[in-house]
């Protein structure tokens, strides 16, 4: 029996991709992998690290076949000739979003106990009186939504706190502001519960803003 099993959502003209998994022996499945991948997993020492690579390029063939997941300068994932994607993984899944027209930020979080207790570290003063920052699932929305504008912003070393910025649109429609040095970018994302997992995706393509 296959320990993989396989999803997809459609969030606009964006195809969200997932593969769930129970635990494998990530060895089993290296057929999907290049040897400079194999390489890479073998280096990992945690096993649910190993899982989580593995379930992703086993994901990726189930979509895209051979074509390899490469990397930008700055570490942003991207497949040949297919578009934009974006790659996120939580507890014993994985996701690819694909989308044909626009630069897409993805991410997926499991609600977690201890979140209440980091929120401060990427709470804006604005976001602590307009967000219910007591509860742990609101708390989880915003870290997750927040995850998937620093995937959209196109640069490393961003303070969550003062450069990542959210307010609440429309139900499940969150509007979000990344701050960079010369501009600013705005975007609208989707925020939605899968199987007990946090979502968050732009459903539309970002606004640049000088």
């Known amino acids: 029996m296959t ?10 003209d964006s195809t969200i991709y997932f593969c769930s998994f129970i635990k ?34 086993v994901l990726k063939h189930s979509v895209f076949g051979e074509k390899r997941i490469e990397y930008s300068e700055i570490g942003a994932p991207y497949i040949k000739e297919t578009g934009f994607i974006s790659i996120s993984h939580t507890h014993n899944m994985v996701a690819i979003g694909v989308n044909p027209n626009y630069k897409i930020g993805l991410d ?34 915003i870290w997750s939504a927040k995850e998937a504008l620093y995937k959209l912003a196109g640069r490393k070393k961003i303070h969550f ?29 989707n925020i939605f519960e899968h199987r007990g997992i946090i979502v968050s995706i732009n459903n ?5 803003q000088k």
């Not at 060895?27 to 999907?32: A, L, S, T």
């Not at 609600?111 to 219910?132: C, G, H, M």
Request: aromatic share 8%; net charge negative; glycine share 2%.
């Open 3 to 12: 320990p993989f099993t396989f999803e997809e959502i459609q969030i606009k």
């Open 24 to 57: 494998f022996e990530p060895n089993k499945h290296f057929e999907h992998l290049s040897e400079e991948e194999i390489s890479k997993v073998e280096g990992f020492r945690s096993d649910s690290r190993k899982m989580e690579y593995v379930a992703t390029r």
């Open 108 to 141: 997926l979080e499991t609600p977690r106990d201890n979140v209440l207790e980091v929120a401060s570290k990427f709470l804006s003063e604005e976001e602590k009186t307009i967000f219910n920052i007591l509860n742990k699932l609101e708390v989880t929305k």
């Open 161 to 189: 706190k003062t450069e990542l910025l959210l307010k609440k649109h429309s139900g499940d429609v969150w509007q979000g502001l990344i701050i960079n040095p010369n501009h600013s970018i705005s975007a609208k994302l």
């Open 204 to 208: 539309e393509q970002v606004c640049i």
